[in-house]
């Protein structure tokens, strides 16, 4: 709901526990009062505006006739610079004269229900029939004729409020953007941590929390993609706000390329946060008549702990972003080929694997790099979207067809936003790559980048895929992109705009995600850029789903997961299980355990299922039938944070159905300890009124893990290196302990239920629960009437 008092020009955004309150000052700037838990008194803004009653020494004051006001000493929603204020800005513009100096005073506003779309930008919208209301506020610049609006849509069941801002230059002259954030959030104290998700290739997402100090903190990309350096979020948190408990504040941009944020923290401890596109090289002509729209970004908090603040994202990104067929429908299991062949493959190899998959229950087959042109490598062939004969004589479609025959649906890999010099695509149009006309190019992967901003690229890359789309029925498309940028420069620009590429290069990219998920809504895209060099709220509007990280080891992947969950629901993370030792990492963790971290993401298999064990098999089928059981949990439940792998030797999550009557919780151990004491596994999100039933998922262990002590668990004696022993473990289904006990809510949310003893060398039986290095579980927690 959005409350104005017209009269004391204050505005009040309030959600269901959040209100953010703001007016418009003497001087006609807007001024912040207050973004917190609910408020339902009316305003009093005399007593609760901060300002000094005397100029403060070595201050600039805004105006003879108002002093001692002084833009540097107020909270603002807004802010430019050049009038006192000598904070970071969010607005920095350059006029025809040379002067870079704007005052942008409040004019009017208008609110409206629903929420204005953003021009050929991803937002959010309203849910079905959810109400939504948004607030548009006019400001001014004193002196030449440029407006600026500023949206703030208030999403009151999800405790959100999303910003965005729009520049109109309704001048004669020419007005250039230096600097235009999305929004700008000042607070009077800067007593927080800050939270981010930083990482690299295959580490994406780990939690960062960091002090703030005086000056300026800031997380940015300058690679043309939101990348795995910084996730485009950040949380400001009290210093004991944990997962369930405490205040936090959260921002995230809706946006894919290279972005900012900032916290700055001033002299007097006043703290402003800034988020948008990275301003580092950017500039942006704004020609009269012309409108320049900020990418939105939603702003969230939360007095109940971190983990609320993370829901809150959850809600919206699965109710609020995410669109089309797949909006909140339930994932296929897939199996990807791409780690079980890599280049090396050809029809009778795929349909193998195909059939294989089949048997195991697998749903969707996807076929990764190297089915087109002359891709036996990655030097070549990129942009050239057609079938590789040598690989696959009788096409693409025929594949398909064979695949869908086999019961599997098909679904391809692509990389349409980038070129190799190795291609007829670069032969005929050396032009529509980035490139500098004077310099050697550097490469990233031996590609180049396709020029989005040029239209003729636009419609090539759509034209391209319309054809294998349509053609070969595709049902899954894992759109990739393996390159930062380099050697900006578009022959498509005018000099005076080169500055403007990289943010083209996002609007034309947007464009023709909107053109074809409009034309193939039944396909369910899953972006990926080398794994999680792109995972961000602005790629899930066109695609629902991301894969998380190029790293499948079961245990990097509970801290990439767990991190990305702070922002990102289950829903968007696709999460495979391979083959050990790791490819990423050679690590070697047990296949109930990259399974039981997987199962709490979109699950899939990226392994040689032609090759496996009749013990890996008959498991695997079993895990894929539990997954079905219970898809619609693990992908939509909410998730909850209940021990973390950054902090402990263990991590616990959970994920619980809205009804809180059916939950499952993963349990995750690093390390094995010796002699270890008791456990007891708490939960959370259950009902306190409601009793459960706690059951193990049945889990097998294969007889190598036991080694020599094989003969002391089984009931005959056994050499544990010979042959016989090898094919009986190859074969057989050791039972893991399975528990089923009848616990109720608030015993478990108080106490927790107390899992088997772990197993201490001194022996083993039933009740025995032998969890090992990179040992995991997985408890289903039902209602019982
Ligand atoms: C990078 C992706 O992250 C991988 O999953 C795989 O698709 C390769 N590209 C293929 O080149």
């Known amino acids: 709901m959005i409350f104005i008092d017209s009269k004391q020009r204050v505005f009040h955004l309030s959600t269901k526990k959040t209100s953010y309150v703001f007016r418009v000052s003497d001087t006609n700037h807007l001024l912040h009062l207050y973004y917190g838990p609910k408020l339902n008194d009316p305003i009093d803004p005399e007593r609760v505006e901060l300002r000094h009653m005397v100029e403060l020494g070595n201050s600039t004051t805004y105006r003879e006739e108002t002093k001692p006001f002084s833009l540097n000493d107020v909270l603002l929603e807004m802010s430019t610079f050049g009038k006192g204020d000598y904070r970071d800005p969010m607005v920095h513009l350059e006029f025809e004269d040379g002067t870079r100096v704007s005052d942008f005073l409040y004019e009017d506003y208008t609110v409206t229900t629903g929420k204005p779309p953003l021009n050929e930008l991803p937002h959010t919208h309203p849910d079905q029939d959810e109400k939504i209301e948004t607030l548009i506020v006019r400001m001014k610049d004193a002196i030449v004729d440029v407006t600026i609006e500023l949206f703030f849509s208030v999403f009151d069941q999800k405790d959100c409020i999303a910003r965005s801002m729009n520049i109109m230059n309704g001048s004669k002259q020419k007005t250039i953007i230096h600097k235009a954030m999305s929004f700008n959030f000042d607070h009077f104290e800067s007593n927080f941590e800050m939270v981010t998700l930083d990482g690299a290739w295959i580490r994406e997402r780990h939690v960062t929390n960091r002090q703030l100090g005086y000056g300026i903190t800031k997380i940015d990309s ?84 971190l983990n609320r603040l993370s829901q809150n994202y959850h809600d919206l990104i699965k109710q609020n972003l995410v669109r089309g067929a797949w909006k909140g429908k339930p994932r296929p299991v ?35 790099d190297g089915w087109f042109s002359s891709r036996d490598d990655d030097t070549t062939s990129l942009g050239d979207w057609t079938v590789n004969h040598k690989k696959l004589p009788k096409g693409l479609e025929n594949l398909s067809r064979k695949i869908k025959k086999i019961g599997l649906d098909f679904g391809i890999w692509v990389e349409p936003e980038m070129v190799s010099i190795k291609s007829r695509l670069y032969e005929n149009h050396p032009d529509w790559a980035i490139r500098l006309p004077n310099r050697e190019p550097s490469f990233g992967r031996n590609q180049l980048i396709l020029d989005l901003s040029n239209v003729s690229v636009q419609e090539y890359i759509l034209d391209s895929l319309r054809k294998l789309f349509n053609e070969s029925k595709i049902s899954y498309c894992k759109w990739d992109m393996n390159r930062n940028f380099s050697d900006l420069f578009s022959g498509n620009l005018d000099m005076e705009r080169q500055s403007e590429l990289l943010h083209r290069y996002v609007l034309g990219l947007y464009k023709v995600l909107e053109t074809l998920t409009k034309e193939f809504p039944h396909i369910l895209f899953e972006s990926c850029s080398s794994g999680g060099n792109r995972f961000d709220f602005g790629m899930l509007y066109y695609m629902p789903q991301t894969w998380t990280s190029d790293n499948s080891d079961a245990v990097e992947r509970l801290k990439i997961q767990y991190g990305t969950s702070y922002a990102y629901p289950p829903s968007t993370m696709g999460a495979h299980v391979s083959s050990v030792p790791n490819h990423q990492v050679l690590r070697i963790t047990p296949l109930e355990t990259r399974y039981n971290v997987a199962a709490f993401g979109l699950l899939g298999y990226e392994l040689d299922c032609t090759k496996l064990t009749r013990f890996e098999r008959k498991t695997i089928k079993r895990q894929i039938d539990y997954y079905k059981t219970y898809r619609s949990l693990f992908q939509y439940g909410d998730f909850y944070r209940i021990k973390s792998p950054f902090e402990e030797n263990v991590c616990i999550w959970m994920v619980v159905n809205s009804e809180k009557s059916e939950a499952i919780l993963g349990y995750y151990q690093i390390l094995s300890k010796p002699n270890p004491g008791y456990e007891k596994m708490k939960t959370l999100g259950l009902s306190e009124n409601k009793t459960y039933n706690v059951q193990t998922r049945p889990q097998y262990i294969n007889l190598h893990s036991f080694g020599d002590l094989a003969s002391r668990v089984l009931p005959i004696s056994i050499n544990s290196k010979g042959i016989i022993f090898n094919i009986l473990a190859n074969n057989h289904l050791m039972n893991q302990e399975v528990e089923s006990h009848i616990w109720t809510g608030d015993w478990l949310m108080s106490d927790g239920f107390t899992p088997m003893h772990q197993f201490t060398g001194s022996g083993y039986n039933e009740f025995v629960r032998l969890m090992g290095d990179f040992g995991s579980r997985i408890y289903h927690i039902k209602e019982i009437a």
């Open 222 to 305: 300058k690679k043309g993609v939101s990348s795995s350096d910084h996730n485009p979020f950040l949380v400001l948190k009290r210093k004991n706000t944990e997962e369930q408990m405490g205040e936090c504040y959260g921002f995230a941009l809706v946006y894919s390329g290279s972005f900012e944020a900032t916290v700055e923290v001033n002299p007097h401890d006043m703290l402003r946060v800034l988020m948008g596109i990275n301003s580092f090289d950017f500039k942006w002509v704004l020609s009269q008549g012309d409108n320049f729209q900020t990418p939105e970004a939603i702003l969230t908090y939360s007095n109940e702990g």
């Open 334 to 368: 897939l199996i990807n080929n791409w780690e079980a062949t890599y280049f090396d493959f050809n029809e009778s190899k795929l349909l193998r694997l195909a059939k294989a998959a089949k048997k195991l229950g697998v749903e969707l087959f996807v076929l990764d």
